[in-house]
C-alpha cells in the first residue's frame, strides 16, 4: 500500500555509506562523494558519567596527551564494535554532521555500513542496532570486501573472478569474487595496527626506545615497506630511553623498519596465497588476466604490491584511492541497489535496504 510519509521520507532523506573502520570512519553520501574521513576515536570524561569530549580528528589529537579524567578510546577493536555505547554516539554525531551540512534534508537516512567478512551473527546485529539507534531509518550491512571491491570498479556482478585484499586498521580482508558472491575468503586480525605495534616493539627490543603508537605510525608511513626501495631512508625515531627514563632521539633506516614489518607482512603475504589455493581453477585463470586490487590504508605500504607479485606470479596493483573504496562501494550499493541488491548481507532480523 502507498505511504505518502514513506514517500516523502525517501524524496527528502539522504542515502549514506560508511566504513565503520577501526581507525578510520569515513562517510559517502549519494551524489556527493566522500564527505566525512575523521579517525574513529572519541574522547570522554569519566567524572561526568562518560560524557563524550570530542570525536573525530579532534579526539585523536588527545590521544595520550589527556588528564586522569578524559579518555580518548577507539569504540572499535579488529574491525568489530568493543564498545556499543561509544559506537552508536560516534555514528550518531557522524550522521548529524552529514545533515548539517545538507540542511534540507529528513534527518532520517537510509545507511550501508561496511563489515569484516569474518564477524559473527552478533557482531554484525551490533552493527545494525548501533546504526538504526544513531538515526538510520533503514540500515543495510554489507561484507568490507564487497564493498572495497565495489568501490575498485571490479566487476563482482559478472561471471568474471576477482580478488581484493582489504588492509584496513584492524584486519586484513582477502577475497574471491563472482556473480555477486563472495567464492573464498580469508579475514585475519593483522593489519595497520599490527605494524605499528611491530614498530613500537623493534624500538623498545632493539634501542631501549619506548615511542608512542602516533610516533610508530609516521615512520610505518615515512619510510615502511615491504620489499627492498631504490633508495633505502632514514627517519628520526623519539621517545623515552627505558634504561636511563631520559628523552631519546634515534636515526632508524627504512631497512630496519622493513625488518620490523616483515612478520605482519608475511602473515598477509601467506593469507593471500591460501586464499589463492582455494580458488577454483577456472577463477584463477581469470586473477592471471586481471591480476589482484590492494585496497584500504595498507595498501598504501611501499612496494606491498611488488612484494605480493613476486610471491603470487601474478599482477598485483593497488586500486585508485585505496582508502576510500569501502566506503564508496558502500555509496555505489546504495545509487544502484537493484545492481548490487544481492551483495548485501541480510541479518536473519531487522531490515536492509531496498
Known amino acids: 500500500m ?3 510519509l514513506n ?3 525517501g524524496l527528502f532523506s539522504l542515502d549514506i555509506g560508511i566504513d565503520l573502520g577501526t581507525a578510520n570512519t569515513l562517510v559517502h553520501v549519494k551524489g556527493q562523494g566522500i564527505v566525512i574521513n575523521e ?8 567524572r561526568k558519567k562518560n560524557r563524550v569530549v570530542a570525536i573525530g580528528a579532534e579526539a585523536k589529537e588527545m590521544v595520550g596527551r589527556t588528564p586522569a579524567h578524559i579518555v580518548a578510546i577507539r569504540p572499535l577493536r579488529d574491525g568489530v564494535i568493543s564498545d556499543f555505547d561509544v559506537t552508536e554516539q560516534m555514528l550518531h554525531y557522524f550522521i548529524h554532521k552529514v ?3 545538507n540542511l534540507l534534508s529528513v534527518p532520517r537516512p537510509r545507511v550501508v555500513v561496511g563489515i569484516p ?3 559473527t551473527e552478533v557482531e554484525k546485529r551490533a552493527v545494525h542496532d548501533a546504526a538504526i539507534s544513531a538515526g538510520a531509518r533503514e540500515a543495510g550491512l554489507v561484507e568490507e570486501p564487497m564493498a572495497a571491491a565495489i568501490g575498485a570498479g571490479l566487476p563482482v556482478t559478472e561471471s568474471i573472478g576477482s580478488m581484493i585484499v582489504d588492509i584496513g586498521g584492524g584486519t586484513t580482508e582477502v577475497a574471491v569474487i563472482a556473480l555477486g558472491g563472495i567464492v573464498v575468503a580469508r579475514s585475519i586480525r593483522v593489519a595497520g595496527d599490527e605494524m605499528d605495534e611491530d614498530i613500537i616493539n623493534y624500538a623498545r627490543q632493539k634501542y631501549n626506545l619506548l615511542i608512542g ?10 619510510v615502511g615497506s615491504a620489499y627492498p626501495l631504490e633508495q633505502e631512508e632514514i627517519i628520526t625515531l623519539r621517545g623515552r ?18 625488518e620490523a614489518l616483515s612478520n605482519s607482512v608475511s602473515v598477509i603475504v601467506d593469507t593471500v596465497r591460501e586464499a589463492i589455493d582455494e580458488t577454483p581453477p577456472e577463477l584463477i585463470a581469470d586473477l592471471m588476466e586481471r591480476g589482484i586490487a590492494l585496497a584500504g590504508g595498507g595498501a598504501l605500504l611501499r612496494n606491498l604490491d611488488v612484494r605480493l607479485s613476486e610471491e603470487t606470479k601474478m599482477h598485483v596493483y593497488v586500486a585508485e584511492d585505496p582508502l576510500t573504496c569501502v566506503a564508496r562501494g558502500a555509496g555505489m550499493i546504495l545509487e544502484r541497489p537493484e545492481y548490487y541488491r544481492e551483495t548485501l548481507t541480510t541479518l ?7
Do not use: C, Y
Not at 579517525?39 to 569519566?46: E, K, L, N, Y
Open 117 to 119: 567478512s569474518g564477524v
Open 39 to 46: 579517525p574513529s576515536v572519541v574522547a570522554i570524561d569519566t
Open 99 to 101: 545533515h548539517e551540512q
Open 2 to 4: 502507498f505511504n505518502p
Open 348 to 354: 536473519q532480523r531487522g531490515s536492509t535496504v531496498h
Open 241 to 258: 630511553n627505558l634504561v636511563t627514563g631520559l628523552p631519546e632521539a634515534i636515526d632508524v633506516s627504512s631497512v630496519e623498519i622493513r
Open 213 to 222: 603508537q602516533r610516533m610508530a605510525e609516521q615512520a610505518k608511513i615515512a
Open 7 to 9: 514517500w516523502l521520507l
